[in-house]
């Protein structure tokens, strides 16, 4: 199962809005809801960010937001600040009953 | 409060053997899927295998499947990964990981525990 992909990094100043896609195949990203995002801060775990596609966990701050079109979902942070900087990893489930991780984003704060 | 706490992770030499664990508490682990990810130093995450609640039913990548085996223990609220025929590629921090009850995604991680394969 190759890897969804990410862009390698992307950058917004603070206050901004930025834009991760993470592309996929039928298999998973278009053929399910089952896309998640995690962010991942240097040395740390993973943190679950989006989950099924557009729903945001209980504590997480309204400024990140998910969507889907076909083959594609995107994360949208929006007020872009300094705590945001971090790597953040889109996931599918997928039709061979596994799942799959995105190859991952670096987001940087100018 | 859930609680993963990985262990086992070490140097071992290629070829050979290391089983990882993860002690769960803080939720009903009899409820959960849970699942190994994994990291190499420096690289994205990469999925590695899950596993029911009941341990009956059990998925892997096709990286590790054939050298893997996932199992877990629900009288001991722990999680396993037998890692046998490892390469340097294997080389990697691996997280235990809960799966969302009754939904696909992973919503509790471990701090992930270092597995180092070199001579």
Not at chain 2, 76 to 88: E, F, H
Request: proline share 4%.
């Amino acid at each position: 199962q190759p890897a969804l992909t990410q862009p390698a990094s992307v950058s917004g100043s603070p206050g901004q809005s930025i834009t991760i896609s993470c592309t996929g195949a039928s298999s998973d990203v278009g053929g399910y809801n089952y896309v998640s995002w995690y962010q991942q801060h240097p040395g740390k775990a993973p943190k679950l960010m989006i989950y099924d596609v557009s729903n945001r966990p209980l504590g997480v701050s309204n400024r990140f937001s998910g969507s889907k079109s076909g083959n594609t979902a995107s994360l949208t942070i929006s007020g872009l600040q300094a705590e945001d900087e971090a790597d953040y990893y889109c996931s599918s489930y997928t039709s061979s009953s596994t799942y799959v991780f995105g190859t991952g984003t670096k987001v940087t704060v100018l | 409060e859930v609680q993963l706490v990985e262990s086992g992770g070490g140097l071992v030499q290629p070829g050979g053997s290391l089983r990882l664990s993860c002690a769960a508490s803080g939720f009903t682990f009899t409820n959960y899927w849970m699942h190994w990810v994994r990291q190499a130093p420096g690289k994205g995450l990469v999925w590695v295998s899950r596993i029911k609640p009941d341990g009956r039913t059990t998925n892997y990548a096709d990286s590790v499947k054939g050298r893997f085996t996932i199992s877990r223990d629900n009288t001991k609220n722990t999680l396993y990964l037998q890692m046998n025929s490892l390469g340097a590629e294997d080389t990697a921090v691996y997280y235990c990981a809960r799966g969302a009850y009754l939904d696909y995604y992973l919503d509790y991680w471990g701090q992930g525990t270092l597995a180092t394969v070199s001579s």
